[in-house]
């Protein structure tokens, strides 16, 4: 079983939807965790940090739940541009594991 | 300033061929991540420097892999005698203490 577990998708969605994707993760001792976007053939870039408080940026919200090992991100208002694959990230000291990603396209 | 590089961006291999992978980090960061990521998949760790210690290469799935940074800066991966199932994007990641800034990755082909 891997480590950091995600929805496989793809999701496809119309401009304008609302999209969840669901993160699980093992290791208890996890400290920090994070949300990165990756484009077709280019690296990851962060997209987001995810707190127990829930944090939202724009039309992005995730949300961490510490006791079920549980992480999502929900956009909202889906753009063209929101299409790429989402990595759920995990990090303990550093020593950061990324699930296999969720490919999102939203079409017109 | 600069972002992460990685050089060559592509590679082709005959099997049995070694390769040498670099990645010059943001200048002044630290901590230096490889990671490899195949097809479809995530970038799984590899690697991790903190400066020129090597403090964790649980990731490096055979021998046949070596990562050093003698400097502290510029980091290289070989990887020798390379196989098919060594054919993927080989990323390197920066971190001046909390976000990782990727480099484009050097994508392997092994033929």
């Known amino acids: 079983r891997k480590e950091v577990e995600q929805d496989p998708g793809p999701f496809n969605v119309p401009e304008g939807a609302t999209v969840a994707f669901n993160c699980t993760y093992s290791?208890?001792?996890?400290?920090?965790f994070f949300w990165y976007r990756q484009d077709c053939r280019k690296e990851p870039k962060l997209l987001m940090s995810?707190?127990?408080s829930g944090n939202e940026d724009g039309r992005f919200t995730a949300q961490l739940n510490r006791a079920s090992q549980y992480i999502s991100l929900l956009i909202r208002d889906s753009k063209l541009s929101d299409s790429a694959t989402y990595l759920c990230?995990?990090?303990?000291?550093?020593?950061?594991?990324f699930g296999a990603g969720t490919r999102l396209t939203v079409k017109p | 300033g600069a972002g992460v590089s990685q050089s060559p961006r592509y590679k082709v291999a005959k099997r049995g061929q070694d390769v040498a992978l670099r990645c010059d980090p943001i200048?002044?960061?630290?901590?230096l991540f490889w990671y490899q990521q195949a097809l479809g998949q995530g970038p799984e760790f590899l690697t991790y420097?903190?400066?020129?210690?090597?403090?964790?290469k649980s990731g490096l799935p055979s021998d046949r892999f070596f990562a050093e940074r003698p400097e502290g800066s510029v980091s290289t991966l070989k990887i020798q005698r390379t196989q098919q199932e060594d054919s993927a994007v080989y990323l390197c990641?920066?971190?001046?203490?909390?976000?990782?800034?990727f480099g484009p990755g050097t994508r392997l082909t092994v033929t």
């Open positions: 200048s002044g960061h630290v901590s």
């Open positions: 990230v995990v990090n303990r000291m550093d020593d950061m594991r």
């Open positions: 420097f903190q400066n020129e210690a090597q403090l964790d």
């Open positions: 995810v707190y127990s």
């Open positions: 990641a920066s971190s001046g203490g909390y976000e990782q800034y």
């Open positions: 290791n208890s001792a996890s400290q920090s």
